[in-house]
């Protein structure tokens, strides 16, 4: 998987809109694409057993909560495999549940899986279902990887004493 993610074409085409949502939305790009990654691998039409869709893999009752209604020409579920439209609530939902959980990570990232109400159930604890505490791990991993590294520290002058002459 860690190949197929990082060499996706979907990546590069996809990051002009992650970069626009996550600074619109205040959060970090490499977040967004950990999340991306771990959801859908980056295939803006994927579809879950239990109905999440897009490359943020949303629900249709996480897109109503961020106004997404179906019109005349598009469902709901149309609307939500969309890239534009599910980056934008995907991006909002993730900036959300940080709020939600004062910028706890883990935390924020478990909601992401096994809803908000799960989190707090278990009181403020990552859920003992295993695919939750698997799907934070990996997407911590995935984060670790799309982070640019640290910026490498100025070099530092070195002062090399000059010799003494000794009197002869």
Not at 11 to 22: G, M, T
């Amino acid at each position: 998987m860690y190949q197929y993610v990082t060499k996706h074409p979907n990546v590069a085409k996809f990051a002009p809109l992650i970069e626009r949502n996550a600074k619109l939305h205040r959060v970090d790009p490499a977040l967004v694409k950990a999340v991306i990654a771990v959801e859908s691998a980056f295939e803006p039409a994927a579809v879950s057993p239990k109905g999440a869709l897009g490359l943020m893999q949303l629900t249709p009752d996480t897109g109503a909560r961020y106004g997404v209604v179906a019109d005349k020409a598009r469902s709901v579920e149309q609307k939500l495999l969309d890239p534009a439209i599910n980056l934008s609530i995907g991006t909002r939902y993730l900036r959300d549940l940080l709020a939600l959980f004062a910028n706890d990570l883990s935390l924020a990232l478990a909601a992401y899986n096994a809803g908000e109400q799960a989190v707090r159930h278990y009181k403020r604890s990552i859920p003992p279902f295993p695919e939750t505490q698997e799907y934070v791990k990996l997407v911590r991993q995935f984060y670790a990887l799309y982070r640019p590294p640290p910026a490498a520290p100025p070099p530092t002058r070195v002062m090399i004493p000059r010799r003494r002459r000794m009197p002869e």
